[in-house]
């Protein structure tokens, strides 16, 4: 295509297109500039997409034929398509790194063009963009088996866009060339951006990672690409930036190319798909301003790639101790740690690593003869390769009574539900109650069976590793699963909403409840580890097993949600868990958060407009409170007689389990108020209020 050793400019025809002496006429806007360059440059791809997915008859007439065709952007290969935007990106660097700057502004507006100028060009340069060029041709068309009667094909055609070659095809194709600098004048005029289009958005210190913002609206990203996590309030009316790592990256819509590159506004786009067309890959960083904290985020290029976010924060004192000091130095933090400064995690003390290699050794020790066991309860109650999975003890043995009650009021099936108690009385219960149960003594031996007497505390702790234990089991052997707390109600079958899930919902792994608690120890999915959903696969076994292994940390904290949203978050980005939390926001799933903070939310679930699948009766401070809320939103439905009771105090001679439930169960809830000021299905104002500041809900 050249000799090196003359470093000459680009070929005589091209240069002559831009000449100075017969130059088509150009306004100072850099970017007339820029579409004259890329047609020049795709009609030179073209010729090898053309060549390289047609099949030539090896007569001239072809070769002409095809080249034209080529340059007219009639022959649009997908492997010309890549060739022609990785050497468009590669041309684009080439410039921007070699044009003569000045602060790192060109010297000016108008270099591409100088670079296409005969006299002015940059030789060197010239020789640059000529040899990547042609080595992508010899790259493509290595001999003449694509062309046979004319040598060098692709050679012909750039020999005539040069003028060293066929005449005819030569004028052919410079009408082309000029046909599509009209048509990118006439472009530019229309959308008037001469005056904000002179300037990079991102000089060339930035350019290895930044080229290009456009903004989209949240809402409409999320629609587009479902990341799982709840997206919060507002998102119509706030937007998400898109950072272009790369030129080729760009949307192909020329307007906004030129706008996202170049300064003035950031341009907005309306759909998403247009938005992230050209990206291969797509990173997404979950942000939230704290109210407190002036925070800053460094985007850091030219480094390996990190899946992990650092934070650093002015804080003086450790952990627990820890608080926020406006004149500390920035320094590395946990992650948990909130805007005061104060780090939420407990690190597991040698107590809770002794409990936890307690409980594995007998796990391990046992583990083949309870699979087995349980093995063969499962493939008598699963229904479609799915069960519900409970436990419980003693303590609550009175919420899995009134779960029982409350479902068979409503004629849902609880044939497939399967009880881990950890003690012989809430074996009894469930048992008594109908219910398929799996117990193992020599591993629930160091389980408590009292109750927990608030969240978080020694005992409520280790519930939580029963909840663990219980869940790896079935996962692992295979069967879908969903996991509950018992101070759950059905209104409707929530098994059945998640089997006939269609997609894109029905592509993930793991299904949350929205928590609603926004604090830094639950982010970024706030998943409830009271009510999810699981399909077992190796990603799932995967997860669930770490969370086994993690019993020390569970400890530690005092519960599992915070340490199973830690594994979440690790195993969505090393494993490629899609994980779906549904939005507080919805009707579908709601729990203690929509009781406690969102009674507009409460009184349409009382007026019959919000339809729930479940309520979680979560956020609750203990047992008392939790019947006690039950009971006034119409959600008790166990008689007083059997609070507190064995299940042989309640079922005589050969009533069975219909003895217990027809004992124990109402047909109806029974209601009962204790707050004026907490959700209620029926009136209670001239009770006592719960909290300092209640406001009556009736």
Not at 43 to 71: E, Q, R
Not at 427 to 453: C, R
């Amino acid at each position: 295509m050249r000799n090196r050793a003359a470093a000459s400019p680009l070929p005589t025809r091209i240069s002559g297109m831009y000449s100075t002496t017969k130059a088509v006429s150009i306004s100072t806007s850099t970017w007339i500039i820029l579409i004259v360059f890329s047609s020049c440059i795709s009609f030179y791809v073209g010729v090898w997409s053309a060549w390289s997915i047609s099949s030539a008859s090896g007569t001239l007439t072809d070769a002409v034929n095809l080249c034209l065709k080529a340059a007219s952007g009639v022959d649009k290969g997908e492997l010309g398509r890549e060739v022609r935007d990785a050497f468009k990106a590669r041309l684009d660097r080439e410039l921007k790194i070699n044009c003569p700057r000045v602060n790192n502004d060109y010297v000016t507006g108008d270099c591409p063009q100088v670079c296409f100028d005969a006299p002015n060009c940059d030789a060197e340069l010239g020789q640059k963009i000529g040899d990547v060029f042609k080595g992508k041709v010899d790259q493509a068309l290595p001999d003449t088996a694509k062309c046979p009667e004319v040598a060098e094909c692709a050679q012909f055609c750039l020999d005539a866009a040069n003028g060293r070659g066929d005449r005819d095809l030569g004028q052919k194709l410079d009408g082309i060339f000029n046909g599509k600098i009209k048509k990118g004048k006439k472009h530019l005029v229309e959308v008037k951006q001469e005056s904000s289009l002179q300037k990079l958005r991102f000089g060339a210190s930035l350019d290895h990672f930044a080229n290009g913002l456009v903004s989209i609206s949240r809402k409409n990203l999320f629609d587009a690409y479902d990341f799982g996590v709840p997206m919060s309030s507002n998102a119509d009316n706030e937007n998400t930036l898109i950072l272009y790592q790369s030129a080729a990256a760009l949307p192909s819509n020329e307007t906004v190319k030129l706008a996202a590159l170049y300064g003035g506004d950031i341009p907005h786009m309306n759909n998403a798909f247009d938005a992230m067309e050209n990206c291969d890959q797509m990173n997404v960083l979950f942000i939230k301003t704290p109210n407190s904290l002036r925070q800053c985020t460094a985007l850091v290029g030219g480094q390996y790639q990190g899946y992990h976010i650092q934070r650093w924060m002015r804080v003086i004192g450790e952990r627990e101790n820890g608080k926020t000091d406006p004149k500390a130095p920035l320094r590395h933090v946990s992650r948990t740690t909130g805007s005061g400064g104060y780090d939420e995690l407990n690190m597991p003390k040698r107590s809770h690593l002794d409990l936890h290699r307690e409980i594995l050794s007998i796990f391990f020790e046992n583990l083949k003869e309870m699979q087995n066991e349980l093995k063969s309860t499962l493939q008598k109650i699963a229904v479609d390769n799915t069960v519900v999975v409970m436990t419980v003890n003693e303590g609550q043995s009175e919420l899995l009574t009134n779960f029982v009650c409350s479902a068979l009021s409503k004629g849902l099936d609880l044939k497939n539900v399967i009880l881990f108690p950890t003690d012989l009385f809430s074996k009894g219960v469930a048992d008594g109650l109908g219910l398929a149960t799996f117990y193992n003594d020599k591993l629930m031996k160091p389980l408590p069976s009292e109750e927990s007497k608030s969240y978080g505390d020694d005992t409520f702790g280790l519930m939580m590793m029963a909840k663990v234990i219980s869940v790896q089991l079935v996962n692992e052997l295979g069967y879908d699963l969903l996991f509950q707390d018992v101070d759950v109600v059905w209104y409707k079958d929530p098994v059945n909403y998640f089997r006939t899930l269609g997609p894109p919902l029905s592509n993930f792994d793991v299904y949350f409840q929205d928590d609603g608690s926004r604090q830094e120890r639950y982010a970024p999915y706030s998943a409830n580890s009271g009510f999810y959903f699981v399909r077992s696969n190796d990603r799932t076994q995967l997860l669930f097993r770490r969370m086994l292994y993690a019993g020390d940390l569970i400890f530690a904290c005092g519960a599992h949600q915070q340490v199973l949203i830690f594994l979440l978050s690790d195993m969505n980005s090393l494993g490629g868990l899609k994980v779906k939390v549904f939005s507080r926001d919805g009707d579908d799933f709601p729990g203690g958060y929509h009781y406690h903070m969102r009674k507009d939310w409460m009184k349409k679930m009382v007026e019959n407009i919000h339809k729930p699948y479940i309520f979680h009766m979560s956020w609750t401070l203990n047992k008392d409170n939790k019947l006690e809320f039950m009971k006034q939103m119409g959600m008790w439905y166990v008689s007083e007689e059997c609070v507190g009771k064995e299940a042989k105090e309640l079922v005589s001679g050969s009533n069975g389990n219909n003895g217990m439930i027809s004992k124990c169960c109402s047909a109806e809830p029974l209601n009962k108020c204790y707050y004026r000021d907490k959700p209620s299905v029926i009136p209670c104002k001239s009770s006592p209020q719960k909290d300092n500041s209640g406001v009556s809900f009736w």
